[in-house]
């Protein structure tokens, strides 16, 4: 019986921004209501290049939305797929208990909805997506359909010693491997609907060689005009989400002063430089901004960073620090 339980709804927002929510939780678990629409979108993965997908999307963004409850909160998830839609859709919360976590019990055809509800139990940083069935799983991953989902221990993130850590920001990236299939001329393939591309996607899929792999969908998703935004002083909460490969997130000119791979159970790794994100988890870093300028946030495989698009930018503002760096002496010409 759960009637006595508060419902509040989460208003789900486009990454790499995080909903609205409480850091410490206030009261007794709640009912988070949450909607999300399984849209079928061409998306242009390099502009460079030309190079597009038709994404399988939660909500139309590639990863689908970042999810933020605290722990024994029970999720109530309605997923629609669009009567417009090609393709069967469901849902898999590595986060969840049973039923395949949750994929056993969502799927839906085209035009159709479900209600699922499930008890966040475990804290931590976690994984979703669909999982439609055989190879359509890998398909429907390597289409951009998978997210994160934060679950928050109740009285908020602490340090091995139990003191509160407290953050400013959130910045949620989705790393993504897709695998376009290619032409005779070794041009990309272009196709006119969704599912289309299956057989060749296959194909190109069983190499197990990605023709990109990028955050947040695409190839600059994080960069230039669409980099991040930061302070110095300010503390940013990491969250990196990777379906289907691993990855060693690395912040370049700063550090993961708190890490966790795995759970907020287990005590956070300090003063970490690269860390790890296994492919099918998310995991969570914060660091406090020390000084301006421009940090790249990378795969520190850098071939898969420099060659495959895994980069983002934060564009840090505010007084440099002579006492952190300096350039002692400028470039200039030398002799012998």
């Not at 460079?48 to 990863?63: E, F, M, R």
């Not at 029970?74 to 629609?80: G, H, K, P, Q």
């Not at 379906?243 to 370049?252: A, E, G, K």
Request: charged fraction near 20%; hydrophobic fraction near 40%; aromatic fraction near 10%.
């Amino acid at each position: 019986d759960l009637s006595g339980l508060e419902r509040v709804r989460q208003e789900l927002v486009d990454p790499p921004f995080a909903p609205e929510h409480e850091q410490v939780a206030s009261g007794p678990p709640k009912i988070v209501e949450i909607e999300m629409v399984t849209h079928e979108r061409l998306m242009t993965i390099d502009e460079d290049t030309g190079a597009s997908i038709w994404a399988l999307t939660y909500n139309g963004s590639v990863p689908g939305p970042l999810i933020i409850v605290h722990q024994d909160d029970y999720v109530e998830l309605t997923l629609r797929n669009p009567v417009e839609s090609a393709m069967e859709h469901n849902i898999d919360f590595h986060a969840s208990t049973g039923a395949l976590g949750g994929g056993g019990l969502t799927h839906i055809y085209p035009g159709e909805e479900t209600v699922l509800r499930w008890k966040a139990t475990k804290t931590g940083c976690f994984t979703y997506h669909c999982a439609p069935g055989g190879a359509m799983i890998p398909y429907h991953v390597c289409h951009g359909m998978n997210g994160a989902i934060m679950v928050l221990p109740r009285d908020g993130l602490k340090d091995a010693e139990g003191n509160p850590l407290r953050y400013d920001s959130i910045a949620y990236f989705g790393e993504q491997d897709y695998y376009l299939p290619r032409d005779e001329n070794g041009d990309f393939k272009l196709y006119d609907t969704a599912g289309d591309d299956y057989a060749d996607s296959l194909e190109a899929m069983a190499t197990l060689v990605p023709t990109h792999q990028v955050f947040n969908g695409a190839v600059g998703a994080l960069t230039g005009a669409n980099a991040l935004k930061a302070q110095v002083g300010q503390t940013v909460l990491m969250v990196h989400n990777s379906c289907n490969v691993d990855s060693r997130p690395h912040l370049i000119g700063g550090h993961g002063n708190f890490v966790w791979e795995t759970s907020f159970t287990d005590p956070p790794l300090t003063g970490v430089e690269t860390w790890f994100v296994r492919g099918g988890c998310a995991a969570a870093a914060m660091y406090t901004f020390e000084q301006p300028g421009v940090y790249a946030y990378v795969n520190h495989n850098l071939i898969i960073a420099a060659l495959k698009g895994a980069t983002a930018h934060f564009v840090v503002e505010g007084p440099w620090d002579n006492d952190l760096m300096e350039q002692v002496v400028a470039p200039r010409p030398f002799e012998g």
